[in-house]
Every structure is written in structure tokens, then in C-alpha cells.
């Protein structure tokens, strides 16, 4: 008899640093939490900050279903004057947005202080 499979956990922390709201994800995104991060980047994105960093660092796994709602926070922005930044340095998120081309289209950082750093654009 095989136990049940355990569900899928994704936790998104925001965090305000000036005009800049960081949301801390870690846990797995897929078909089943990718909804979860949208709605909390959309939240956040309500306020119009100055920066949105997405921090990635503490996820484990990142599907198809999650590149979506990267891709999505991103289109959500383009109609702001808020610029997304997008934390992603381990082997879990930053191989699938490479492999997709996303790395190209997604401003991307290793490090969330990197990515708090960076100035805004103008």
C-alpha cells in the first residue's frame, strides 16, 4: 500500500524595504501553488511599489506552470511604473527559465540584495 503523496507547500512572505516589496517564495511551484504566488505577486503590485522583487531563492522546484506566473507578474507590471526583479540562482528555478529562453525576458539577479540594489530604471 502506498502512502498518500504529500501536498504540494509554496509560502510567499512579503516584505517592505523602502519603496520595494520583496516576496520570499520557498516550497515547490507547480500546477497546484503556481495560483498562490500569482495572487500574492498581484497584491503586491496593487500598491504600485517602486520595485517588486520575486525572491526564488528558496524554491525547490519550479514547472512549467510556475515560468507562467513569472511571465504573468511580469505582463501584470509592464501596465506600472513598478519594475520586477526576479531572484534566481539555484539549479531548481534558474535551469527552467534558461532552458525556456526566459532568462532573456525576465530581469533576473543572484542575489536578492543584488536585486534591491540595482537601481531603478528612470
Known amino acids: 500500500m502506498n502512502p498518500d ?47 517588486l522583487v520575486v525572491d526564488l531563492s528558496g524554491v525547490t522546484f519550479l514547472a512549467s506552470a510556475g515560468l507562467a506566473v513569472l511571465v ?24 527552467p527559465l534558461q532552458l525556456m529562453g526566459l532568462d532573456q525576458d525576465l530581469a533576473l539577479y543572484p542575489t536578492r540584495d543584488e536585486a534591491l540594489t540595482d537601481a531603478p530604471p528612470s
Open 5 to 51: 503523496p504529500q501536498p504540494t507547500v509554496l509560502l510567499v512572505d512579503a516584505e517592505t524595504h523602502g519603496r520595494a516589496v520583496v516576496l520570499l517564495v520557498s516550497g515547490e511551484i507547480d500546477v497546484m501553488t503556481a495560483s498562490q504566488l500569482e495572487e500574492s505577486a498581484l497584491r503586491a503590485l496593487e500598491d504600485t511599489p517602486a520595485v
Open 72 to 95: 504573468g507578474i511580469r505582463k501584470a507590471a509592464a501596465h506600472t511604473p513598478t519594475d520586477v526583479r526576479f531572484v534566481a540562482a539555484a539549479p531548481a528555478t534558474l535551469r
